[in-house]
Nanobody
Framework: QVQLVESGGGLVQAGGSLRLSCTAS????????MGWERQAPGKQREVVAR???????DYADSVKGRFAISRDNVKSTVYLQMNSLKPEDTAVYYC?????????WGQGTQVTVSS
């Protein structure tokens, strides 16, 4: 069973930055893609960013130009650098890893952006 452990969430003022990290219990080279999803109170979970094993990235329109996803396969870790944060970015952020047809999620880390 793959385990994903997120860290880096917290409280930040609007315009600030945070970097989320997610470390997998297995070699991340085995994952076809890794990424981040988020869920705000009362809203559906949405995909924020994804990165494939070959390094191709994709972002939600709402975060393009502000967030950057990267992965370090040596450390089996995926990162989400979040800049110019807005109050609407407030949510629980979940790491996700795709291994073939199977997906795994972490427990989530809270990000709160104050106005």
């Amino acid at each position: 069973q793959v385990q994903l452990v997120e860290s880096g969430g917290g409280l930040v003022q609007a315009g600030g930055s945070l970097r989320l990290s997610c470390t997998a219990s297995e070699n991340s080279l085995g994952f076809t893609a890794m990424g981040w999803e988020r869920q705000a109170p009362g809203k559906q979970r949405e995909v924020v960013a994804r990165i494939t094993s070959s390094g191709i990235t994709d972002y939600a329109d709402s975060v393009k130009g502000r967030f950057a996803i990267s992965r370090d396969n040596v450390k089996s870790t995926v990162y989400l650098q979040m800049n110019s944060l807005k109050p609407e970015d407030t949510a629980v952020y979940y790491c996700v890893a795709d291994q073939g047809w199977q997906s795994y999620w972490g427990q989530g880390t809270q990000v709160t952006v104050s106005s």
